[in-house]
């Protein structure tokens, strides 16, 4: 399985970026699929996760400006991400498959990872 991330790049605050995450090896079209990202020294975090049947579920500092949407006919997932901010500077990943538990989402598969850069 090989989750390829793309999109990522430099944007000034308040601008868009839009991330795609193709899947390969395997369909993921009734699993999880999501985003999570790492600032620099700091811990992996979620961003926003999708299920099969449409539920969606964002971190609180994305909700309203970020919106996650899949093609399981492509087996992809994107991250649509507007009045972006400093904050949101990261490497990004996507993932794949694996479960909710209390609420946490713990991916099976990983992607690489994309740089996002928002200047100031």
């Known amino acids: 399985v090989q989750l390829q991330a793309s999109g990522g790049g430099l944007v000034q605050a308040g601008g868009s970026l839009k991330l795609s995450c193709a899947a390969s090896?395997?369909?993921?079209?009734?699993?999880?699929m999501g985003w999570f990202r790492q600032a620099p020294g700091e811990e992996r975090e979620f961003v926003a996760s999708i299920l099969w049947s449409g539920s969606i579920y964002y971190a609180h500092s994305v909700k309203g400006r970020f919106t996650i949407s899949r093609d399981n006919a492509k087996n992809t997932v994107y991250l649509q991400m507007n009045s972006l901010k400093p904050g949101d500077t990261a490497v990004y990943y996507c993932?794949?498959?694996?479960?909710?538990?209390?609420?946490?989402?713990?991916?099976?598969?990983w992607g690489q990872g994309t740089q996002v850069t928002v200047s100031s």
């Open positions: 993932a794949a498959d694996g479960g909710v538990v209390s609420g946490t989402y713990y991916p099976r598969y």
């Open positions: 090896g395997r369909t993921f079209s009734s699993a999880y």
